[in-house]
């Protein structure tokens, strides 16, 4: 992009940070949460598992309460409501209504200090704030699930034109989904499990977020015809299928990370609320997993 040769001054430098600045958006994220009391690093450096080269993470939350633990890699974009994000969605199938757990349990004949690790489903969630039996209280079937993104906005020209984009939240959306692999492969460890440890069984969650500011989220949703089925529509809180698969050292295949979140920040105060907020309303994540096992 060619730019003009102006000079850039005070003035143009505050207009940015007013406007546009991502760190400014990170920075009342970031005090959002550490005001409820959730753990969280800001601004460290990870290396991208596709490139090899380092890269700065927003924020990277991590919250135990009990046996339960759910980390996440948050990316904050400060997009505007002349530019929001508009994500159309489609019902969630049968397939699509899961997410996966790692389980770590130590068994009566094992070795002190040694410890079992799996990955599990939740399936049979219990239900939660009107969430049916047997389907996840974050994913249940039937609900609106994001395939496709696009920023929206008009031209800076005489006929104002629609203009439509994806590259920018794409870029925020894939450093989210690199930034989580140091935290998958952390909750997998054994120094992780031996630093949590206060029984016979642990849990742990990995989230991708994506944080945008309030009144710039939009959705709209279609029927498996690819007929839209209403108006879009400001939301707080809308998930993304992306189905990724995280590998680590363990004798596991894989970690399944089936979901991307997209929020606003009252969206995500709304979810700390939710599912965050105590051990009882975290355990919801994590029902079917932390029952007693046998020895």
């Not at 601004?43 to 380092?54: A, C, I, L, R």
Request: proline share 5%; aromatic share 8%; glycine share 6%.
């Amino acid at each position: 992009m060619k730019l003009k040769k102006d000079l850039i001054g005070v003035d143009d430098l505050e207009q940015y940070l007013a406007d546009a600045s991502d760190f400014a958006f990170e920075l009342q994220i970031l005090r959002m949460l550490t005001d409820r009391g959730v753990p969280c690093d800001h601004n460290g450096q990870y290396e991208d598992p596709n490139t090899k080269k380092f890269r700065e993470f927003d924020i990277r939350l991590r919250l135990t309460r009990g046996d339960m633990t759910v980390v996440a890699a948050i990316e904050c974009k400060a997009i505007g409501q002349h530019f929001p994000l508009l994500v159309s969605t489609v019902p969630r199938n049968d397939r699509e209504a899961h997410h996966q757990v790692y389980f770590h349990t130590r068994r009566e004949h094992q070795p002190r200090g040694a410890f079992e690790i799996a990955i599990l489903v939740p399936e049979g969630m219990e239900g939660m704030e009107g969430t049916p039996i047997n389907e996840s209280c974050l994913y249940p079937s039937g609900s609106p699930v994001g395939k496709s993104t696009a920023q929206v906005g008009r031209r800076d020209t005489k006929d104002a034109e629609l203009y439509a984009n994806d590259a920018e939240f794409f870029e925020k959306w894939s450093q989210a989904l690199h930034s989580l692999t140091d935290l998958v492969d952390e909750i997998g460890s054994e120094e992780f499990i031996h630093e949590r440890w206060n029984g016979r069984q642990h849990s742990a969650l990995a989230l991708p977020i994506v944080v945008v500011p309030n009144g710039c989220l939009w959705s709209v949703g279609y029927d498996h015809h690819g007929q839209c089925t209403d108006r879009p529509a400001q939301v707080e809180r809308v998930s993304i299928y992306i189905n990724r698969s995280y590998r680590n050292g363990f004798p596991v295949s894989s970690l399944n990370v089936s979901h991307l979140e997209v929020m606003t920040e009252s969206g995500l105060s709304s979810f700390h609320d939710r599912f965050l907020c105590n051990e009882e309303r975290m355990r919801h994540l994590f029902q079917p997993i932390n029952r007693d096992v046998e020895g």
